[in-house]
């Protein structure tokens, strides 16, 4: 057939024009039609909905170092933050005709509105601009988004359109009209056609401006090509590019957009973002079962299984060549069953769960995960441009191999390795500038501060973060340092430095640290507030710590925490006695907690008696009675923690503070200090029974009424404990003072036995236990 001239239809007739294919964005059985009819018209020109200003970047999609799924991303020049994409998948029918134009030396170019508009408008998009609807955009229905799909599929009696379109187009049989390459398309048309007169042709204004747009494209083309091209769209467009109307009248659409320069380049994409279940607006539900379907020529069905057995393989069920060959049959019984023309995913997934499963969803949801949605990672080429900061990162990755992946990876790392401690500087430097590639988890070998474990996995939008960072510097310890630079002198508290100090030694940013010391200094020097000091020390320590394993020289940061203990040590005291409600007093509580570990760490700086300071801070509070109870009896606690409290000290603390002249609920907030779940309260409890008899006391002297009070607080302490702890207190208390060991009754026999010898019991065992022995003898 000759291209551009007439184009026969469903009905046998006639149109002249060019060749409009309507598609579903991402779909094999479109993928696979679109050149199918490509081949039969052999088009001049292929014209494809997408934003031009990627037309500079086709012809990277013939480099051998393109690998489906990728993404064309456009952002704004001055705020790469505001951002879409375009994603396309091997089996997206635009990549199809991109492809088979490539192949042909065909002129292939985009038609749909320009970046540089879309993006111009506040409320753009940040991902794909198709939005909603998927095979066709959709239109505007009243208030409602229409779905295309989902009222064809309704039209033709199924309930679940995904499986309609399957039907109709993905899994169209070789016989009958589906054989027309033309003929799917044609229906579609015309299909979409009654859909906008019955529902209302214009859609969202956003998309009577970009069929305006394609239409201005279109007649361009007419005048270079005749109608010798084609146009791969979403089908919803299709009637409008059909439709008679003046250029004056499109121009006039187009009259006064908004405009912002914009930067293109190709990204990597995944099957995942592809998935609607991610957000994505023209998404799908299975991209890696459609991807399969486009690989597999033949025996789709048979090869799915194959790697569904594979995988569960690998997780270590039993899976046998003879389960496949089973859940093949089942898969096509239930397919002829359902009037299909072949199985589908849910026949699939149907035969799986019954016959490699055994009828449980916790090993499908793993094959629906890794399978049917995936985790594929596409790649670009080294030619896709991209900003410099990208570009150093790239050499980074590849030098440290970090090879960005899209699936979650555990990386652990030993930072007594040069090449490890180097991996733990990128990583950290990253976050510094906002791009979490990699987020700390807690190590499970070990606690040792030269052990990280990281979670890695690679998402498509980093590489807006990484655009978006590019204003800070070229490299990433330049554009880390910068940033960490401008964060300290925009820092609103002494916290926010206090982190940023910590995290600027986590980065080895030597060169950020003056500034950012200068900021914390200022800073210290103006803080008042005993809480916001408690709250920046814990990190201030911690920095020592972490410069000291990285060799940071971090001997300015020492100075600083020092004072800010004492000025901690001298304000702490009053800060107490003030009057505090129950919240304030559990938050400084959970302050001198931090400020205690960090006089710890700075042990090693301890030049001056810091040490000595805060024991003394710590007694002054555990004797002073206008102190609330919680606070009490915690700095009681950690003073014998540190054995610096006799036990016969701890035990008049603790009588002062359970006696009748004090109030229930101020008493069970010094039980709670001193012998809270979470710090070892319980097994000291065991190991002194002079305590225990304390609080034991206490307890039964509590009034009704008080005690229902303060039941929750207790129950929230004792609640804390191991179940042996509380089963170990639970027998001291049920035997009493006195009562001996452990596990024996008060009248000296184990648990379990009675007080006295039951000698008729007992002589009803003595055949038999003569007779054990001398089988023993003998």
């Not at 330049?478 to 206090?498: F, I, S």
Request: glycine share 12%.
């Amino acid at each position: 057939m000759s291209p551009g001239t007439t184009v026969p239809n469903t009905h046998g007739t006639v149109a002249a024009g060019p060749l409009l294919l309507g598609v579903r964005h991402h779909g094999p059985g479109s993928a696979r039609a679109v050149r199918a009819a490509l081949d039969a018209a052999r088009p001049a020109a292929v014209l494809i909905e997408g934003p031009p200003e990627g037309d500079a970047l086709l012809p990277l999609a013939a480099d051998p170092g393109m690998r489906p799924p990728v993404a064309l991303l456009a952002h704004a020049a001055d705020d790469p933050g505001r951002a879409a994409f375009w994603p396309l998948a091997g089996f997206s029918p635009e990549w199809a005709a991109i492809r088979w134009a490539q192949e042909r030396d065909v002129p292939v170019r985009f038609i749909d509105l320009p970046a540089a508009h879309s993006l111009a408008v506040p409320e753009a998009p940040e991902q794909d601009p198709e939005g909603a609807g998927d095979a066709a955009d959709g239109a505007a229905h009243g208030s409602v988004r229409l779905d295309p799909l989902a009222v064809l599929a309704e039209t033709a009696g199924y309930e679940d359109p995904e499986r309609w379109w399957e039907d109709v187009v993905e899994h169209r049989g070789g016989t009958g009209p589906a054989t027309d390459p033309l003929g799917v398309f044609e229906a579609l048309g015309e299909a979409m056609g009654a859909l906008r007169e019955e529902y209302g042709a214009g859609g969202h204004h956003r998309d009577l401006v970009r069929e305006a747009y394609m239409r201005q494209r279109m007649r361009a083309a007419r005048r270079e090509f005749g109608d010798a091209y084609a146009v791969v769209c979403g089908a919803w467009h299709v009637p409008a590019l059909r439709t008679k109307t003046t250029a004056a009248a499109d121009k006039a659409l187009l009259a006064g957009l908004p405009k912002v320069k914009v930067e293109t380049t190709w990204v990597p994409w995944t099957h995942r973002r592809l998935a609607r279940a991610g957000g994505y607006g023209a998404g799908i539900t299975s991209p890696g079962w459609y991807a399969h379907l486009f690989a597999a020529r033949d025996r789709p069905v048979e090869r799915w299984l194959t790697k569904v057995a594979g995988l569960l393989r690998e997780e270590d069920r039993q899976v046998s060549p003879a389960h496949v060959i089973e859940a093949v049959r089942l898969a096509d019984t239930l397919a002829a069953m359902r009037g299909r023309p072949v199985p589908g995913l849910t026949e699939t997934l149907e035969a799986v769960r019954a016959v490699m499963c055994d009828g449980s969803d916790i090993p499908l949801a793993l094959i629906e995960d890794r399978l049917v949605v995936g985790d594929v990672l596409g790649e670009v080429p080294d030619a896709a441009p991209v900003v410099p900061l990208q570009r150093d990162l790239t050499r980074r990755q590849r030098s440290l191999r970090l090879k960005p992946e899209a699936q979650d990876r555990e990386l652990e790392l030993d930072l007594r390795k040069d090449t490890d401690a180097a991996k733990s500087l990128l990583l950290h430097r990253l976050r510094l500038l906002g791009i979490d590639w990699g987020v700390p988890t807690a190590s499970r070998g070990s606690t040792g501060t030269f052990r990280e474990t990281w979670r890695l996995r690679w998402e498509p939008e980093l590489a807006v973060r990484v655009a978006e960072a590019g204003i800070w510097g070229t490299t990433v310890l330049g554009a880390a340092t910068a940033r960490a630079e401008a964060d300290a002198a925009g820092a609103g508290d002494l916290g926010e430095v206090t982190a940023l100090a910590e995290r600027c030694l986590l980065a080895g940013l030597s060169g950020a640290l003056p500034a950012v010391l200068r900021a914390l200094a200022d800073r210290a020097a103006l803080d008042t507030d005993v809480a916001g000091l408690a709250k920046a020390l814990p990190a201030l320590a911690r920095s020592l710590r972490y410069g000291d394993v990285r060799g940071t020289d971090a001997a300015a940061l020492g100075t600083v925490a020092a004072g800010l203990a004492e000025r901690i040590c001298v304000a702490l005291p009053p800060a107490c006695a003030a009057g505090l409600d129950a919240d304030a007093a559990e938050e400084l509580r959970g302050h001198v907690d931090g400020v205690h570990g960090a006089v710890g760490l700075l042990e090693a700086l301890d030049t001056d008696g810091l040490r000595e300071r805060w024991a003394a801070v710590l007694r002054t509070l555990a004797g002073r009675d206008t102190v609330p109870g919680l606070i009490r009896g915690r700095a009681a606690r950690l003073l014998l923690d540190d054995g610096r409290l006799a036990p016969e000290e701890t035990a008049r603390l603790m009588g002062l503070s359970l006696s009748p002249a004090c109030a229930p609920a101020d008493a069970a907030g010094w039980i709670e200090g001193f012998a809270g779940g979470g710090s070892g309260g319980g097994t000291l409890l065991v190991h002194d029974e002079r305590l225990l008899a304390l609080i034991d006391g206490w307890l039964a002297s509590v009034p009704e009424r008080a005690f229902i009070d303060v039941l929750p607080l207790l129950r929230r302490t004792f609640g804390g404990y191991e179940a042996g702890v509380r089963r170990s207190l639970g027998e001291l208390v049920r035997r009493g003072p006195g009562g001996g060991p452990a596990g024996v009754g008060a009248g000296g026999a184990p648990d379990g036995f009675g007080a006295e010898l039951d000698p008729v019991r007992a002589d009803a065992v003595v055949d038999l236990v003569q007779l054990l022995l001398a089988g023993a003898r003998g």
